[in-house]
């Protein structure tokens, strides 16, 4: 026997899964919903897509590069922050916005932080509250066949009619990848088919707002308003690609749960209470900020565990064994 | 019906179908043949032989250390040549007996029973049979089975449990002595049951085993305190704490034991050897044994005689197509990576798995991303992400909070960590050194 025989710990076997598949499974998963969006609003879509994307990659292969450390570019997680921020843009920004978005994205929210797995609030998301911020005009101008329009979350908002199977189809203004709920679905359905996502914070998330919709949306019972709010915005997006976002939500299937019912409560008061029409994205953002504190009241019992070890139960040993 | 499982766990490749069909061949092994005098959880065995003495196959070379330890027998005839410490699979230097094999395998004498006479027998005298003969958890833990069978209301036993489940990749062992020694199995449990009066006998057998649940069942329906549980085929399944809850729905932690829960589980091997213990009056001197792994040029199941080399049964099995990357005792998720084959077989050593290409350690570790497939794996309910940065981070307190001590140290973690993060490794380092702290302050 030449070569040097390994010795390393249990288990000796590994899964096929690893991150850049996962990654790229993300990614596929959105495809209906780019696709669609680059059909939707044209090839500037396209473009924006693509900018956003490039800058993500750039940023952090040439941060990693300053930071001398190992180029983490091939783990593809930078595509799915570049694709995920295209998608929450509209198509007639300037060009800078998605160069700025995506650098923004990737080095102040995320290699600031330590990298992939240590941001602590959802790159993608982060970027857009920081362009809407500082880009205003740009970030909240739609249109849609060339002329500019609301949305219909903000024509909700104001009182004025829409049409739910177009938002369903996702024939509207609004972002390029927020507007088609089916594709988004579709999307969505493969996640969880290829066990990448579970249901638990899309479920919990979707549901809380459902219910705060109906009881302070000031419509009632009233189930085309429902329908409508859960169509408009960014909410289907959000819900199943980015609250879900491993990094950035609790790990504790119980925080799961809580992290959902903590962002359809926000949402609902962003959307109802708020100035905005939107709230998909501060809620994720602040529900993110919350993440640590989720986990620490929801550490799951260990199999077999009735109850927490008291000091009375450590006596009762103490004195059987006296 | 719903198939009978736990929560969690991982689906590894199987590798079983290498070994599976191979019946169980004796091997005799030729050159000398060694037995560490710690086989088993407990007190070392002391020695009651010394060098130059002349032992027969069935000998006893060294007795019982205390109530928790077994007495450890010589499986071939020959002259005892040397008392040392040698070097065992786990790496340790172990005082160890060697013996020059004579290759004549005279046999001690052994006490033969008849059905009737094993009939009379009281469940003191098979216990105590059991005791002699040294019978230890031959699934690999090792511990003394006479203790765990007197626990301390025998009445409040309610299952004796059989876990044939062999949840492990590649391992056979237990699937040929089930097909083959069926009678073995079924009798052994029948005689445990003797001490238990409220107890019923239940066969665990996982539904990859569909020809093993048949051959029980054609045995056993005669007998009214003895029935199967199909179980779901699903790692770590033969888990001790996993198959109660499979069985009988009652969850045990690592404070409790099986009896607590009204509950015995032992595995095929120890069941077999116990039937061995009392109708023949042999004690444990051989063990079913599978070598296994994709390079192996005649993957097999022998019967071997404990204290044969790793090296020689490779040998016995042809060797190897290319040279090995990876030898293995026992399974590919929680057996032991030994850097050295020539080290003798114990009580516990069930598998020697050759790789000549190590998949685990080609991968590259990268940063967690918290994606939660180690939670959804742990079949005990934990967060081991978690707990294996507390680890790295010396946290003891929190990991303790995060229930760290009851981790079973089945590996699924690791095995689905698509960052490829040594999650077991941490948890365990972690573990052992919490464990050491506690029993220091006891003193």
């Known amino acids: 026997m030449s070569d040097l025989i390994h010795v390393t710990s249990s288990p000796h076997v590994r899964e096929n899964t690893d991150t850049k598949r996962i990654m790229i499974l993300v990614i596929i998963s959105l495809l209906p919903a780019s696709i669609f969006g680059v059909f939707n609003f044209g090839p500037k879509a396209l473009l924006v897509l693509l900018l956003s994307i490039f800058s993500c990659v750039a940023t952090e292969a040439i941060t990693d590069k300053c930071l001398k450390k190992k180029n983490t570019v091939s783990d593809l997680s930078a595509v799915v922050t570049g694709l995920l921020l295209g998608l929450n843009l509209p198509h007639t920004v300037s060009w800078f916005i998605p160069v700025v978005g995506g650098f923004f994205a990737i080095f102040v929210v995320k290699m600031l932080f330590g990298g992939l797995g240590q941001n602590f609030m959802n790159p993608a998301l982060g970027a857009r509250c920081f362009l809407l911020l500082s880009f205003t005009q740009q970030m909240t101008s739609f249109s849609y066949d060339g002329v500019t329009s609301a949305t219909p979350l903000a024509q909700l908002k104001a009182g004025e009619s829409v049409d739910a199977l177009k938002m369903f189809l996702g024939t509207e203004a609004g972002t390029i990848g927020e507007t088609s709920v089916i594709a988004l679905l579709i999307g969505a359905i493969f996640l969880i088919l290829m066990g990448i996502i579970n249901l638990r914070i899309p479920a919990s998330y979707i549901g809380t707002f459902a219910i705060f919709v109906l009881l302070f949306g000031g419509h009632g019972f009233d189930w085309t308003f429902l329908v409508e709010e859960i169509c408009g915005g960014g909410l289907i997006l959000g819900a199943f690609f980015m609250a879900t976002d491993y990094v950035t939500s609790p790990i504790t299937p119980k925080g799961q749960i809580i992290f959902g019912i903590v962002l359809g409560i926000l949402t609902g008061i962003f959307r109802i209470f708020g100035a905005s029409a939107e709230g998909v994205s501060y809620a994720i953002i602040f529900a993110n900020c919350l993440v640590p504190l989720i986990e620490k009241f929801t550490v799951p019992k260990a199999f077999g565990i009735v109850r927490e070890p008291s000091k009375k139960d450590s006596k009762l040993e103490e004195g059987a064994k006296a | ?443």
């Not at chain 2, 010394?50 to 027998?73: C, H, N, T």
């Not at chain 2, 009896?259 to 032992?266: H, L, N, Y």
């Not at chain 2, 077999?272 to 792994?293: E, K, Q």
């Not at chain 2, 180690?374 to 995060?402: M, Q, T």
Request: contains cysteine; proline residues 5%.
């Open chain 2, 1 to 443: 019906m719903a198939l009978h499982s736990f929560k969690g766990g991982v689906h590894p490749q199987e590798g079983k179908e290498l070994s599976k069909d191979k019946p169980i061949k004796e091997l005799q092994p030729s050159g000398e043949l060694v037995y560490p005098l710690s086989q088993h959880i407990g007190a070392p065995a002391k020695l009651i032989v010394s060098v130059g003495d002349v032992v027969k196959r069935g000998q006893m070379l060294a007795e019982a250390g205390g109530f928790v330890s077994a007495p450890i027998y010589s499986s071939v005839s020959g002259t005892v040549k040397e008392i040392s410490p040698r070097r065992v699979a786990t790496g340790d230097m172990v005082m160890s007996v060697v013996i020059e094999n004579d290759n004549e395998y005279s046999e001690a004498d052994f006490e033969e029973l008849s059905h009737d006479q094993v009939e009379k027998l009281t469940g003191e005298q098979i216990l105590e049979k059991i005791k002699n003969a040294g019978i230890v958890g031959m699934g690999g833990a090792g511990f003394p089975t006479h203790v765990k069978l007197s626990p301390k209301n025998p009445e409040k036993i309610e299952y004796i449990i059989a876990n044939c489940a062999e949840c492990e990749p590649y391992l056979t062992s237990d699937y040929r002595a089930i097909i083959e020694y069926t009678e073995k199995l079924v009798e052994g449990m029948k005689l445990i049951l003797k001490m238990f009066p409220n107890a019923k006998g239940v066969f665990g057998v996982e539904n990859n085993k569909l020809d093993c649940i048949e051959k029980i069942r054609s045995l056993i329906s005669d007998d009214n305190r003895l029935s199967i549980c199909e179980l779901l085929t699903k790692y770590p399944q033969g888990g001790e704490r996993q198959l109660i809850h499979a069985v009988t729905d009652r969850d045990i932690n690592s404070k409790m034991l099986p009896a607590d829960a009204g509950c015995i589980v032992d595995n095929v091997a120890t069941i077999s050897a116990v039937y061995d213990a009392v109708y023949l009056g042999r004690p444990v001197m051989d063990r079913i044994f599978t070598v296994s792994g994709d390079d192996v040029v005649e993957p097999r199941n022998f019967s071997i005689h404990i204290g044969t080399s790793f090296k020689e049964i490779l040998n016995a099995a042809e060797g190897l197509k290319k040279p090995a990357a990876k030898m293995i005792s026992g399974g590919p998720m929680m057996g032991f990576a030994m850097f050295d084959i020539d080290v003798p077989t114990t009580k516990t050593t069930s598998a020697l798995l050759v790789f000549t290409e190590d998949e685990a350690s080609k991968y590259e570790t990268t940063a967690c991303i918290n994606c939660g497939r180690c939670v959804e794996a742990c079949p005990e309910n934990l967060i081991p992400s978690r707990l294996s940065k507390y680890s790295e981070n010396g946290v003891k307190d929190i990991f303790e909070e995060w229930y760290g001590l009851e981790c079973i140290e089945c590996g699924s973690c690791s095995f689905v960590c698509p960052a490829r993060r040594p999650l077991t490794q941490d948890i365990k380092t972690m573990k052992k050194q919490i464990l050491t702290d506690k029993k220091n302050q006891k003193k």
